[in-house]
Nanobody
Framework: QVQLVESGGGLVQAGGSLGLSCAASGRAFSTYVMGWFRQAPGKERRFVAAIRWNNDNTYYADSVKGRFTISKDNAKNTVYLQMNSLKPEDTAVYYC????????????????????WGQGTQVTVSS
């Protein structure tokens, strides 16, 4: 079984920055893509960013482009999400996810492309 553990959430003022990390552990796995999703209260889980494990291709939701950066450290099996210029509407529980299946890039914008999920970490942006 694969475990994904997020860390780095917290409370920040609008305009501030936070960094999240997600470490993968467990049985040997073939990772195609690691992604970040978020879920605000009463709303569905939505795509934030993703990165291909075997190269540096990245994908972002329009709402975070230019503000968030996803990166990875293959040796540490860790993916990061640097969030700058945070807005109150970025407030949500952020989830890390791993996909072990090859898809066309657009598929990774959806939750069904992912096989494993972290427990989530709260990010709260105050106005």
């Amino acid at each position: 079984q694969v475990q994904l553990v997020e860390s780095g959430g917290g409370l920040v003022q609008a305009g501030g920055s936070l960094g999240l990390s997600c470490a993968a552990s467990g049985r040997a796995f073939s990772t195609y893509v690691m992604g970040w999703f978020r879920q605000a209260p009463g709303k569905e889980r939505r795509f934030v960013a993703a990165i291909r494990w075997n190269n540096d291709n990245t994908y972002y939701a329009d709402s975070v482009k230019g503000r968030f950066t996803i990166s990875k450290d293959n040796a540490k099996n860790t993916v990061y999400l640097q969030m700058n210029s945070l807005k109150p509407e970025d407030t949500a529980v952020y989830y890390c996810a791993m996909s072990t299946r090859p898809y066309w890039s657009g598929t990774y914008y959806y939750t069904h492309a992912y096989d494993y999920w972290g427990q989530g970490t709260q990010v709260t942006v105050s106005s």
